[in-house]
């Protein structure tokens, strides 16, 4: 079974500045989606940013980047800029590929704090 | 684009009654439907998934005929939870996608509060 693991439960950056946040997972497939879901307090899960494996390239999105880094199984999220909009709850998600499971695994979330 | 809509938001009510919650997507065809339970400061734990026209599946543990759920259109889909006890208040969150190769995008939760 795939697994989703996110090795920070909170962290916290200045506003303006840069943070990373860390995700691994598990699997025995060569194509699947990864994405990453913010969760502020209002508690309304919000779709980040996603990847599929099958694309060298790493996502983007505005502020928002991932490095995708397919042997180690890593998919880091980097805020750049951070606001302080950008405080919340952010979940790493896998989804394997099409004919298979159509679950999401979610990691068990990085809290993230951004101070002024 | 692909908005979902959930409501209640809020509800309280007494232990025994039955709750439904509905899930909208407002502007695609959700094929799928998915209904998730969150506890405080966790993740979210997937019920159970829903194919428009078709019974759901259950996640192991989820009680079937507990938590009951109906996806009769595609932009549609309610779980009722029946006969509610102060053990079922939690946060539910909805989310729906259209095709395989499109995310699932989330309803805004309803706080379900037992009594």
């Known amino acids: 079974a795939q697994t989703v693991t996110q090795s920070q439960p909170e962290m916290s950056v200045q506003e303006a500045e840069t943070v990373t946040l860390s995700c691994t997972y598990d699997?025995?497939?060569?194509?699947?989606?990864l994405f990453w879901y913010k969760q502020p307090p209002s508690r309304q899960m919000i779709l980040v940013i996603r990847?599929?494996?099958?694309?060298?390239q790493n996502a983007t999105e505005n502020r928002f980047s991932v490095n995708f880094q397919k042997a180690a199984k890593s998919f880091s999220l980097k805020i750049s800029d951070s606001q302080l909009g950008d405080t919340a709850m952010y979940f790493c998600?896998?989804?394997?590929?099409?004919?298979?499971?159509?679950?999401?695994?979610f990691g068990k979330g990085t809290k993230l704090t951004v101070n002024p | 684009g692909a908005v979902v809509s959930q409501h209640p938001s809020r509800v309280i009510c007494k232990s025994g009654t039955s709750v439904k919650i509905e899930c909208r997507s407002l502007?695609?065809?959700?094929?799928?439907m998915f209904w998730y339970r969150q506890f405080p400061k966790q993740s979210l734990m997937l019920m159970a998934t829903?194919?428009?026209?078709?019974?759901?599946?259950?996640e192991q543990g989820v009680e079937k005929d507990k938590f009951l759920i109906n996806h009769a259109s595609l932009t549609l889909s309610t779980l009722t939870v029946t006969s509610a006890h102060p053990e079922d208040s939690s946060f539910y969150i909805c989310?729906?996608?259209?095709?395989?190769?499109?995310?699932?995008?989330f309803g805004d939760g309803t706080r379900l509060s037992i009594l």
């Open positions: 989310s729906a996608r259209g095709t395989r190769r499109q995310p699932q995008h």
């Open positions: 998600a896998f989804m394997g590929p099409q004919g298979g499971s159509e679950k999401l695994v």
């Open positions: 829903s194919n428009e026209g078709s019974k759901a599946t259950y």
């Open positions: 699997t025995s497939e060569s194509n699947y989606y």
């Open positions: 990847q599929e494996a099958y694309k060298q």
């Open positions: 502007d695609f065809q959700a094929t799928t």
